[in-house]
């Protein structure tokens, strides 16, 4: 296995987001195993206290412009004049030269299914409204290389479980990898690294390990990606809103299988399934406890 592609990728043996804890198994022997650490992050808006979340806290910057970028409350055009995170106080905010003020907007809350309570304010169909997602192509030999390489970089959801990744991909190569407690904010740590490097959304590919909700496809599409692949299924909300924004669906992507339900005119079949290895038995013991 080769890592050279990463920009950012998880660090599994990082001793401030695991923590050894003992118990006993099935059986009643005593054993130590290692939980992932989860952290209380609130986030500013200028001014304005926006959101606590619950997060490894690994990237609180990424994931404080990330967050406001898929609220639509951080503009694309925004000038981000600050970010200043806190550490004692688990506080991180962002400032901006425009003049900020969401108190409507927060009082619109509506709860989604993500695993760790995430919200999305406002309409949340006003994020598929004149959206054109560019044209691309997925060569299946890219699909298959790229969850190969992934499900097998050592990782936090490998090393203790309880937690989502996603990765941020061109072609076979996958660049950047957040883990974190809930799926919605390792996509808002990759949302807050493309603004803030200026990263085109255009020819990338976006991977989960979560499932293909609504809240996923409408932050990708936000985001200006135009292919979304998960190794776990899809809601139909999700399906329904990926097909009106031409958004690329592809879900339980292991091994040599996957299933597409929208945009499969961007997949191009050239990847000989005879080469493909089948998922390794430790990532689907995992998946089977995690999904």
């Not at 598929?128 to 060569?139: C, D, F, H, I, M």
């Not at 139909?236 to 292991?254: F, H």
């Amino acid at each position: 296995m080769t890592t050279d592609s990463y920009i950012i990728r998880p660090n599994p043996d990082d001793p401030r987001l695991t923590e050894r804890v003992t118990g006993v198994d099935q059986t009643g022997a005593h054993i130590e195993t290692a939980v992932t650490v989860e952290r209380a992050l609130t986030i500013f808006l200028n001014s304005q206290e926006i959101v606590t979340a619950m997060t490894i806290n690994d990237y609180p910057e990424y994931l404080a412009i990330g967050y406001l970028l898929n609220q639509h409350m951080l503009l694309p055009d925004d000038e981000v004049t600050g970010v200043d995170y806190d550490e004692e106080l688990a506080v991180v905010v962002v400032r901006t030269k425009r003049k900020t003020n969401y108190e409507k907007k927060l009082k619109k809350k509506v709860q989604t299914s993500g695993c760790a309570q995430g919200t999305v304010f406002g309409d949340l169909m006003e994020a598929l409204e004149g959206v054109e997602l560019p044209k691309a192509t997925l060569r299946t030999s890219w699909l298959y290389k790229l969850t190969q390489e992934i499900n097998t970089t050592p990782s936090l959801y490998l090393e203790a479980g309880a937690i989502h990744g996603c990765v941020l991909a061109q072609e076979d190569k996958p660049l950047v990898y957040m883990e974190d407690v809930g799926r919605h904010n390792a996509v808002d740590k990759i949302a807050g690294w493309m603004f803030k490097e200026k990263v085109a959304a255009g020819d990338k590919i976006f991977y989960t390990t979560g499932r293909l909700t609504s809240e996923m496809v409408i932050k990708t599409v936000r985001m200006g990606i135009p292919i979304l692949i998960s190794r776990s299924g899809f809601t139909a909300w999700g399906v329904e809103l990926a097909r009106k924004a031409n958004l690329t669906l592809i879900g339980r992507a292991r091994g040599k299988r996957f299933i597409a339900l929208a945009g499969e005119d961007r997949i191009v079949f050239d990847q000989d399934l005879a080469y493909v290895e089948e998922e390794s038995s430790k990532h689907r013991r995992k998946a089977a406890v995690d999904d």
